[in-house]
């Protein structure tokens, strides 16, 4: 069990090393540019937006880089729509060129089965078949100003995982606490610092090559929240018991589909699975010992309330938990 515990820290903080960029990307330089240079273009909506067009996909300033987005303007962002003056900036970052192990060759040196399950990466898009041209698979939100990888390892989707773990805030006596205004009780949820931009995020990372998002989203949440932990082995291993108790439970989930990017390009895009795993009786996981968080990296159970600043889209995934459950908002 502990040789398991082990294993899994050190896969994960393998799989967090190589992840290291495709998923939480900002280095300080971007969430600089982002909230800088782009606030009112990429601060003011939700990210996720099935429906609506791509934002943060359009940056100005492609994260962690000088490349500056060839401008596409909000009526040129469908591909149905003709534009010929069309010259996106060809982009694929430096880490991406070493071809690490999570990262594709370029086009032309392989041949990658789009809209299938590739070998064991999975190049099927949560929103259905997307086009590819020219050999290459396109974003189907469509156009953001770059082509090639980016930081993203895939060409086509690139597949993450959220898990949000709840619990209802409870008081010394373990009642639930009712916010005061809204009359509704106060769900918790765990959460991380991001070391680079300081927001508050759901703990998520990406899906590797084989692996069941439903094992994604348990192993992102263990590794986050017992590498933050000062427990002693056997406290470790009852904790990842509950855990995993939990995370074998089905899951509410929240979201499936196109996540509006910084990193996005014409023919790599992230997508998510994000699912809410309750402990409704409060016997759970709800006794997880996590900091109260003020240090960057450091995991808490934070209070879910509408004014709490949080990374991307994560706010709105909370949105859709809140409204289940009934909860303060
Ligand atoms: C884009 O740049 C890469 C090198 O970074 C190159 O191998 C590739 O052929 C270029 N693609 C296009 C379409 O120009
Ligand atoms: C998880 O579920 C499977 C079957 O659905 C079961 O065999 C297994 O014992 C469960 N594990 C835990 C820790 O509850």
């Known amino acids: 069990?502990?040789?398991?515990?082990?294993?899994?820290?050190?896969?994960?903080?393998?799989?967090?090393?190589?992840?290291?960029?495709?998923?939480?990307?900002?280095?300080?330089?971007?969430?600089?540019?982002?909230?800088?240079?782009?606030?009112?273009?990429?601060?003011?909506?939700?990210?996720?937006?099935?429906?609506?067009?791509?934002?943060?996909?359009?940056?100005?300033?492609?994260?962690?880089?000088?490349?500056?987005?060839?401008?596409?303007?909000?009526?040129?962002?469908?591909?149905?729509?003709?534009?010929?003056?069309?010259?996106?900036?060809?982009?694929?970052?430096?880490?991406?060129?070493?071809?690490?192990?999570?990262?594709?060759?370029?086009?032309?040196?392989?041949?990658?089965?789009?809209?299938?399950?590739?070998?064991?990466?999975?190049?099927?898009?949560?929103?259905?078949?997307?086009?590819?041209?020219?050999?290459?698979?396109?974003?189907?939100?469509?156009?953001?100003?770059?082509?090639?990888?980016?930081?993203?390892?895939?060409?086509?989707?690139?597949?993450?995982?959220d898990p949000i773990v709840t619990r209802w805030k409870r008081d010394s006596a373990g009642r639930r606490v009712i916010h005061a205004t809204s009359k509704l009780p106060l769900l918790q949820f765990v959460s991380i610092k991001r070391k680079d931009c300081g927001e508050w995020a759901i703990p998520g990372g990406m899906v590797d090559p084989g692996e069941l998002v439903s094992l994604t989203l348990q192993r992102e949440f263990s590794e986050e929240a017992l590498n933050s932990l000062e427990a002693s082995p056997q406290e470790k291993e009852k904790i990842l018991e509950r855990i995993t108790k939990l995370f074998n439970s089905s899951g509410l989930q929240v979201y499936k589909g196109y996540v509006d990017d910084p990193r996005n390009t014409d023919n790599s895009w992230m997508e998510t699975v994000a699912v809410n795993f309750h402990d409704e009786t409060g016997n759970s996981v709800s006794e997880l010992p996590l900091q109260a968080g003020d240090d960057a990296g450091q995991v808490s159970w934070i209070d879910v309330d509408s004014a709490q600043p949080l990374y991307a889209s994560h706010s709105h995934f909370l949105e859709v938990v809140v409204k289940t459950r009934h909860a303060h908002w």
């Open 1 to 161: 069990m502990i040789n398991r515990i082990n294993n899994l820290v050190k896969s994960v903080h393998i799989a967090l090393t190589l992840i290291g960029l495709p998923y939480p990307v900002c280095s300080l330089e971007t969430c600089k540019a982002i909230s800088s240079s782009a606030r009112s273009l990429c601060a003011t909506s939700s990210t996720i937006m099935p429906s609506l067009l791509h934002v943060k996909a359009r940056c100005p300033l492609y994260p962690g880089s000088d490349t500056r987005r060839f401008p596409v303007p909000d009526d040129k962002v469908k591909w149905e729509t003709e534009w010929p003056e069309y010259s996106p900036v060809n982009y694929t970052a430096p880490i991406v060129l070493k071809r690490p192990v999570w990262a594709d060759p370029d086009i032309g040196s392989f041949t990658p089965r789009f809209n299938s399950l590739d070998g064991s990466v999975d190049r099927r898009s949560h929103v259905g078949e997307y086009r590819v041209k020219n050999g290459r698979p396109l974003n189907p939100q469509g156009r953001t100003g770059v082509i090639g990888q980016g930081l993203l390892g895939r060409w086509g989707p690139n597949h993450a995982a």
